[in-house]
């Protein structure tokens, strides 16, 4: 592809990244949660999936989507469930105030933030919704020249997208931990917990209520 090419992707990439979602809402929250350390497991999670979710598109999973709509309604209202679910747990999470302010002063020894948890958790998420995939089938394409060979292509642009993505996620990784201190109040916590709970059954309606 040429230079002219690579740049617009970079562009338009860097934008589609920063808007907040499901996957910088869970790292922000882990962010703010376990600490920046803690939460590049989250991270790994989210890009495990993502880059797998491309992959898989560019294999051909796009179009059977496409061609299979229950199937993909399947899939999008069990992700739909996970976020609703993610966010129920989220809302009537417990708390107490001496707890949660020694969790957050010493984020490493939280037993829900070792590294195959957060993991486990950010890929769930990120592979919850199934339109990535039918977006990567429609968008990549756009920034890849038929005449030339698709592979090499094909990773520089999946290369460069995990790279601008994971800065996103530093960048909300460290806004999380920007306001962990605040969160040592009760009263602030729960509110906290009550606002992403909320987003993210918000973003599970949505999911489950737009249509392809």
Known sequence: ????????FVVTVFFVSATPGPNMLLVMTHGARHGL?????TM???????????????????????????????????GAAYLV????????????????????????????????KLFKSGFLVAASNPKAI???????????????????QFS????????????????YATGGLRIAPYLREARVLKAFNRISGGVFMGFGALMAAVHR
Not at 1 to 8: D, E
Not at 46 to 75: E, H, N, Q, R
Not at 156 to 171: D, K, N, P, Q, R
């Open 156 to 171: 520089i642009l999946l290369g460069t997208f995990a790279v601008i993505e994971m800065s996103w996620y530093m960048v």
């Open 37 to 41: 350390r803690a939460s590049l497991g």
């Open 134 to 152: 039918l977006f990567a089938a429609a968008f990549l394409p756009q920034f890849i020249d038929p005449t030339a060979a698709k592979l090499p």
């Open 1 to 8: 592809m040429s230079l002219q090419t690579w740049w617009l």
């Open 85 to 116: 679910y993610l966010g129920y747990k989220s809302w009537r999470s417990p708390v107490n105030a001496e707890d949660e302010a020694a969790k957050l002063a010493t984020p490493a020894l939280v037993a829900d933030s070792s590294f195959g």
């Open 44 to 78: 790994a999670g989210c890009m495990t999936a993502l880059i797998a979710m491309m992959s898989i598109s560019a294999a051909g999973l796009g179009a059977v989507l496409k061609a299979w709509p229950m199937l993909f309604d399947t899939l999008r209202y069990v």
